[in-house]
C-alpha cells in the first residue's frame, strides 16, 4: 500500500468532494483504499504530495493514434479538404508505421495526464500487416489503459462516399474482422487493460448496412460502439442529400443511438438531436481543439450536459490536432463553452468532470475510473502546481484547468506508476519521437 498525502485531492465524486489538503491510499488490489481530508493515520509508505493536486486519470474518449505519422498537413483545410489530402497517403500505412505513431501519440498522452485512451482506428490497407495488434502492444508497453476501437470504411468515391477507392474495406470482410479483433482482445473484466469497441467510421465513409450489422455484433458480442456524427456542415448536407434526413436522425433509424453509444464531435446538433440524446443516454466525445483546428464549429457542451448527455473529452487524431494533450483539454472545453455561453458555461470543476467522469461514462468504465472513490481502480494523476506557471493561484484545481499545462509529477494506472517526475516510465520520449519521425519520413516518401 501506498499514501499520498499534503496534496490537494479533487474527487470529482457525486459531491465534488475536494480538499485543500488532503491524501488517498492505494491499496495492493491497484484500487482506492482511503480518501480523505489531512493525514492518513498509518504507518505505510509516503509520497509527499507537497504543491500538487490529484485527480482521476484523464480519459481521451477519441483518438486517432495512427494520425501521429501525419502531422502538421493540410493546415489550413475543412475537415472534407484534409480528409481527401490525406486518405491517400493513409492507404500507405503499415503496423510498424502504426505502432511507432501509437507509441508516441499514447507517450505524449500519459505526460499530458491520461491513464486511459480509446482509439478510433479504420484504415487497414491491405498488405499493411496487423495494425490494430501493432497499437496494442505500444499500449501494453507504456503501461496506458487501452480501448482501441476496430474501425471501417466501405463507401468510397465510386459509391457516393468520400474516401478513395483503397482505403475501404469489403462489408463482409470488416465486419468479420471486427468480431475476430474481439474475440482475440475484449477483456470484460472490471479491472480491464484492454477493451474492444465496434466503431464504423462516419456516415459519409460507411454503408448503411455496415453501419447497422456492426450495432448488431456489438449488442452480440457486449461491446460498446462508436461512431463519428454531426462533426460539420459539410456532413449535415451529405445526410440530408443523401438520406433525407440530419445525421442524429439517420443514427437513430439504424440503432444507433442509446446507452452503450458514443459519438465523436456532436458539434451540430439541433434543440431536438440534443433531447434525443439524452433520453437515449447515447454520449458525446468533445473534441473541443480539434473542431477549433479544423474551423469545425464550437459542441453545445453545456445544452448537452443539461440533457444529462455523458460527455467526455478528446484530443482527436494528432493530423487534425497537433497538440494531442488532453491536459490541455480541460481548458479548451472550458474556453469553448465560455465564448458560446459566456463565463457561467462551464466552471473548473465541471471541465475535470468531462475529463474524467464523463469519459468513463463515455467508455462504460463509471463503476470501476473516472473518480477518487474507496474501492475503484487506482488511476490517478499528481500534477505538480507549484512552479512558474501556477504558483500563486491559490485553488489547485483552478491552477490546473486555468493555468498552462501543468507537469505530470506521478501518474497510476492500477496503482502501478507510468509517469514519475515528468517522465515515461516505461518507456523514452527521445526514443519514441526519433521513430515516429522515422515513420512519418518512410510514410511521406514512399
Ligand atoms: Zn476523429
Known amino acids: 500500500m501506498i499514501v499520498i498525502e499534503n496534496v490537494a485531492v479533487a474527487t470529482v465524486d457525486a459531491e465534488d468532494t475536494y480538499h485543500a489538503d488532503g491524501h488517498v491510499v492505494v491499496g495492493d488490489d491497484g484500487r482506492i483504499a482511503a480518501v480523505g481530508a489531512g493525514r492518513f493515520p498509518a504507518d505505510l509508505p509516503r509520497v509527499d504530495g507537497t504543491g500538487c493536486l490529484v485527480t482521476p486519470g484523464l480519459v481521451n474518449t477519441h483518438h486517432h493514434l495512427y494520425q501521429w505519422a501525419t502531422r502538421g498537413l493540410a493546415l489550413d483545410e475543412t475537415l472534407f479538404g484534409w480528409l481527401t489530402t490525406l486518405y491517400p497517403i493513409w492507404g500507405r500505412l503499415d503496423a510498424e508505421i502504426v505502432g511507432a505513431a501509437a507509441g508516441a501519440g499514447l507517450g505524449w498522452l500519459a505526460l499530458s495526464g491520461c491513464t486511459t485512451s480509446m482509439d478510433h482506428h479504420y484504415v487497414f490497407p491491405r498488405d499493411g500487416g496487423d495494425v490494430l495488434e501493432a497499437e496494442i502492444e505500444a499500449a501494453r508497453r507504456l503501461g496506458v489503459r487501452f480501448h482501441p476501437t476496430r474501425g471501417s470504411m466501405d463507401l468510397s468515391r465510386k459509391d457516393g462516399g468520400l474516401p478513395p477507392d483503397n482505403v475501404v474495406e469489403k462489408t463482409d470482410e470488416a465486419l468479420a474482422a471486427t468480431?475476430?479483433?474481439?474475440?482475440?482482445?475484449?477483456?470484460?473484466?472490471?479491472?480491464?487493460?484492454?477493451?474492444?469497441?465496434?466503431?464504423p467510421c462516419s456516415p459519409f465513409?460507411?454503408?448503411?448496412?455496415?453501419?447497422?450489422?456492426?450495432?448488431?455484433?456489438?449488442?452480440?458480442?457486449?461491446?460498446?460502439l462508436h461512431t463519428?456524427?454531426?462533426?460539420?456542415?459539410?456532413?449535415?448536407?451529405f445526410?440530408?442529400?443523401?438520406?433525407?434526413?440530419?445525421?442524429?436522425?439517420?443514427?437513430?433509424?439504424?440503432?444507433?443511438?442509446?446507452?452503450?453509444v458514443w459519438l465523436a464531435h456532436g458539434v451540430h446538433l439541433d434543440d431536438a438531436a440534443i433531447a434525443r440524446l439524452g433520453a437515449t443516454g447515447t454520449g458525446v466525445a468533445h473534441c473541443p481543439s480539434s473542431n477549433a483546428r479544423l474551423g469545425a464549429g464550437a459542441a453545445r457542451v453545456r445544452e448537452l450536459l443539461d440533457h444529462r448527455v455523458p460527455v467526455g473529452l478528446g484530443v482527436d487524431g494528432s493530423a487534425s490536432q497537433e497538440a494531442a494533450h488532453l491536459g490541455e483539454e480541460l481548458r479548451q472545453a472550458l474556453y469553448t463553452a465560455r465564448i458560446r455561453g459566456g463565463p457561467g458555461a462551464l466552471n473548473a470543476r465541471e471541465a475535470l468532470r468531462l475529463g474524467t467522469m464523463g469519459g468513463a461514462r463515455c467508455l462504460g468504465r463509471q463503476d470501476d475510473l473516472g473518480s477518487i472513490e474507496v474501492g475503484?481502480?487506482?488511476?490517478?494523476v499528481v500534477w505538480r502546481l507549484d512552479g512558474l506557471g501556477h504558483e500563486g493561484i491559490d485553488d489547485k484545481l483552478a491552477a490546473l484547468v486555468f493555468g498552462p499545462a501543468a507537469p505530470v509529477e506521478l501518474s497510476l494506472v492500477g496503482g502501478r506508476p507510468i509517469v514519475e517526475r515528468g517522465e515515461l516510465v516505461h518507456g523514452d520520449a527521445e526514443t519514441l519521437a526519433r521513430e515516429a519521425r522515422r515513420a512519418h519520413d518512410r510514410l511521406l516518401r514512399t
Open 205 to 224: 465513409s460507411v454503408t448503411e448496412r455496415l453501419m447497422s450489422e456492426a450495432a448488431e455484433l456489438a449488442r452480440r458480442k457486449g461491446v460498446r
Open 179 to 199: 468480431e475476430a479483433a474481439i474475440d482475440r482482445w475484449h477483456d470484460p473484466s472490471p479491472d480491464a487493460m484492454l477493451q474492444i469497441a465496434v466503431a
Open 239 to 260: 445526410c440530408r442529400e443523401r438520406f433525407g434526413c440530419t445525421p442524429v436522425e439517420y443514427a437513430e433509424r439504424l440503432g444507433w443511438l442509446g446507452d452503450d
Open 228 to 237: 463519428h456524427l454531426a462533426e460539420t456542415d459539410d456532413e449535415e448536407d
Open 376 to 380: 475503484k481502480l487506482a488511476d490517478l
